[in-house]
């Protein structure tokens, strides 16, 4: 499975910004997904997670509210998102795709994205 963030960029305080993560390849080993951020000097943290059928969500407590999780498929592709608002300088962060995926009957194993920067200054 290979997966491509897009959608990060420069944005001021208060302003939105959609993240994505297509997911291709082997898509069908899927289950859960997540977005992690890693800013400068700090370790990575996770910011939002989201089940295999979108049944279930979770966010860390400095988003609840201004963030949105969701996915979706297509025949060849399952896509992440990130719905940002209301965005802080301390939302500053290079954000990851990752997924978990099934290779056996007990055998998992997680992929990540190259990353995506989100800036958000005055």
């Known amino acids: 499975v290979h997966l491509v963030e897009s959608g990060g960029g420069l944005v001021q305080p208060g302003d939105s910004l959609r993240l994505s993560c297509e997911a291709s390849?082997?898509?069908?080993?899927?289950?859960?997904m997540k977005w992690y951020r890693q800013a400068p000097g700090k370790e990575r943290e996770l910011v939002a997670s989201i089940n295999s059928g979108s049944r279930s969500s979770n966010y860390a407590n400095s988003v609840k509210g201004r963030f949105t999780i969701s996915r979706d498929s297509t025949k060849n592709t399952v896509n992440l998102y990130l719905q940002m608002n209301s965005l802080k300088p301390e939302d500053t962060a290079v954000y990851y795709c990752n997924a978990r995926l099934q290779v056996s009957i007990e055998g998992y194993v997680e992929e990540w994205g190259q990353g995506t920067l989100v800036t958000v200054s005055p």
């Open positions: 390849g082997s898509t069908y080993q899927i289950t859960g």
